[in-house]
């Protein structure tokens, strides 16, 4: 079965969900989660790495971001890619273009994203980026 590599802002991605990157801060490599298609967040900060906030608010609506399901299911998906590929994570950052906690389902993503971590990555921290 070929595997489907993604290519978002960030360069190559596990899914639209997870890709991993380099941190200064952590070490090298993290696994980010995104879960939005678009960077929104409250601020529009010059020095972040995600670019200009698309769209700037607190009040994040469902549609802005991506279904429950679906980030899930993509959770899962590159969990087990990069596990598969031998990747031992930092630390697994809650970051990218979107403020997570905005999230109108963020409790239920960060649960489903603990029972992950120790399945596939246990031991290793995950930190949550936010305003």
Avoid: W
């Amino acid at each position: 079965m070929e595997q489907k590599t993604y290519v978002s802002a960030v360069g190559e991605t596990e899914t639209p969900v997870v890709y991993t990157n380099t941190s200064r801060r952590f070490g090298s490599p993290i696994i980010v989660v995104s879960v939005a298609p678009k960077k929104i967040c409250s601020y529009d900060c010059v020095y972040c790495y995600g670019g200009p906030t698309q769209l700037k608010t607190n009040n994040v609506k469902a549609e802005d971001t991506y279904p429950l399901d679906f980030i899930k299911t993509n959770l899962q998906e590159g969990f087990q890619k990069l596990s598969e590929k031998g990747v031992k994570p930092k630390a697994i950052v809650f970051c990218s273009f979107t403020d997570a906690p905005l999230h109108p389902n963020f409790p239920d993503i960060s649960y489903f994203t603990f029972g992950l971590r120790d399945k596939y990555f246990a031991g290793v921290d995950t930190i949550v980026y936010t305003n």
